[in-house]
């Protein structure tokens, strides 16, 4: 089986840009017109305070994302490896992790929930010349539950579910 979920990445870069463009251009108005005296006249609400607002929005989904990991995930498991590689979507961690295992030395995998529950991670673990080798965690934050379903029904045919 091979699956990754690119369709979310897009959306979830998709989502920041297009709410950062938002954000400038409101900013821009309430900043270079008279725009904000009508908004202040109707609402009561100062710039000030609507510009706090616009940046306190992005900067909560930002730090979302950023607690939650948010990774593209790519899995395969057709040949005689299971290869699962990702990378997370923020500017200041660009590492790309790729994990190639063969089938016959995967011992199963394990789930991890942090952060109240935004976070979620999966590790790997591999029989290595008499040991048990535990891979570094891989977010799976941003996989829908069908996909997450999916990736757990893939490697549970190759291992265990470890706790």
Same mark, same amino acid.
């Given at each position: !089986?091979?699956f990754d979920?690119?369709?979310?990445?897009?959306r979830?870069? &998709?989502? %920041?840009?297009?709410?950062?463009? #938002? &954000?400038?251009?409101? +900013?821009?108005?309430?900043?270079? *017109? *008279?725009?904000?005296?009508?908004? =202040?006249?109707?609402t009561?609400?100062?710039?000030?305070?609507?510009? #706090?607002?616009?940046?306190?929005? /992005?900067?909560?989904?930002? #730090?979302?994302?950023? +607690?939650?990991a948010?990774?593209?995930?790519?899995y395969?498991?057709?040949?005689?490896?299971i290869?699962?590689?990702?990378?997370?979507l923020? &500017?200041?961690?660009?590492?790309?992790?790729?994990? =190639?295992?063969? $089938?016959?030395?995967? !011992?199963?995998?394990?789930?991890?929930?942090? /952060? &109240?529950? #935004?976070? %979620?991670?999966?590790i790997?673990?591999?029989?290595?010349q008499?040991?048990?080798?535990?891979?570094?965690?891989v977010?799976?934050?941003?996989?829908?539950?069908?996909?997450?379903? $999916?990736? $757990?029904?893939?490697l549970?045919?190759h291992?265990l579910?470890? $706790?």
């Amino acid at each position: !089986m091979e699956f990754d979920n690119d369709y979310a990445v897009v959306r979830a870069q &998709m989502q %920041k840009r297009l709410l950062a463009v #938002i &954000m400038v251009v409101f +900013i821009a108005l309430l900043y270079t *017109t *008279t725009l904000w005296r009508y908004v =202040e006249n109707w609402t009561g609400i100062p710039r000030v305070v609507a510009t #706090i607002f616009f940046i306190s929005i /992005f900067l909560v989904y930002y #730090i979302y994302h950023l +607690i939650a990991a948010s990774s593209f995930i790519f899995y395969n498991d057709e040949e005689g490896k299971i290869i699962l590689r990702s990378y997370q979507l923020n &500017m200041f961690n660009t590492s790309k992790n790729s994990y =190639e295992i063969p $089938k016959s030395q995967f !011992m199963g995998y394990s789930t991890t929930t942090r /952060f &109240m529950g #935004i976070r %979620k991670d999966i590790i790997l673990y591999r029989k290595h010349q008499g040991k048990t080798v535990k891979y570094p965690p891989v977010s799976i934050s941003l996989l829908t539950p069908p996909e997450l379903k $999916k990736l $757990k029904n893939a490697l549970g045919a190759h291992g265990l579910f470890l $706790k």
